[in-house]
């Protein structure tokens, strides 16, 4: 009879020593766990940063895209005989020339 309570009192403990392994298997990893997320937060990786540059260089095409299109309507307001309007033509030209050479320039497929 005795050995009913032995029994049962050591089944239980070893079965919570498989929970108390676990408990202390999670805290003593928890900082390497916590310290590569925050690496990983910290670094890009290349398909990140190219997504990055792309999304950039897409923004300059549509801006310089805005800037032709004002420069076209700027320059016909201008040969219609608008003063004022051949001066803002001069300067969205200049505008459109410092962000050109921000744009990469697809190179020509060979043949």
Do not use: N
């Amino acid at each position: 009879m005795r050995a009913l309570p032995f029994l049962t009192l050591a089944a239980a403990g070893l079965s919570l020593s498989g929970c108390v392994v676990g408990a202390v298997a999670d805290v003593v990893t928890a900082p390497v766990r916590v310290g590569s997320k925050a690496v990983d937060l910290a670094t890009t990786s290349q398909s990140e940063a190219d997504e990055k540059r792309g999304r950039e260089i897409r923004k300059r095409e549509e801006q310089l895209g805005k800037l032709e299109r004002r420069y076209g309507k700027e320059l016909r307001d201008c040969q219609d005989g608008d003063r004022g309007a051949c001066a803002k033509a001069q300067l969205t030209y200049r505008e459109m020339q410092t962000l050109t050479p921000a744009i990469p320039v697809e190179p020509e497929p060979e043949d």
